[in-house]
């Protein structure tokens, strides 16, 4: 697969570019507090722009070859990153589980919500998914809104199994194509 390219009125949707890692740097480094609370991986971040270029081309490469999909999400003239959303294969092909993150000042004007109803469109049309996952902390109010908003239903409360507690939701096919798709 090659450059993917999704639009929505207000975003640039694509999958990761050679010269992306002083975007991507940025888009990180300016909301380490914001991230910090729910990822645990930031809690390891700043890392350096050599290490920033090495993790754009592995997303490049697995991307490609169909392993793990990660979008950035860009400002339409492509010149600020403001957030990602991947999807997880976790039993391949039809459960994926999903993925995201805006940059501290692009929250609350619901460029997740937009990106994530786009995202769908590829999971469930272009990867043939039939079931998609996202697990969000109890705690991360506005990380469950969004798959509340877009008629995610409830699964499961996994308080003990793994290591914070969390809401599993799910959307499959069949309710994408009645109630988003069109
Ligand atoms: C989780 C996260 C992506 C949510 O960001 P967000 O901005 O709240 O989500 P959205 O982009 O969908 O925006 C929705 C909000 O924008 C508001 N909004 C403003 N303009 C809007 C518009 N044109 N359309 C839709 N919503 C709009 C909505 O009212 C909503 O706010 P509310 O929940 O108070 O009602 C963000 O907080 C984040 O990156 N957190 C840190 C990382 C993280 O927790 N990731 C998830 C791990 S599971």
Known sequence: MGLKVLNTPRLLIRCYQLWDEVLLKDAIDS??????????WSLSEPETLERKKERVIENIQKFKNWEDWTFGIFTPDNGKQLGAIGIHPRVWPWWLEIWYRLRKDAVWYGYMT????EVMKFWFVELWADFVEI???????????IPKR????????????RTWPRKVRYMTKDVYQKRISH
């Open 114 to 117: 937009e990106a994530v109803r």
């Open 150 to 161: 877009l008629w995610f239903e409830l699964r499961d409360e996994l308080l003990e199994k």
């Open 31 to 40: 909301s380490l507090d914001h991230l910090q609370p729910w990822l645990e």
């Open 135 to 145: 697990h969000t902390s109890l705690k991360n109010l506005s990380s469950a809104q």
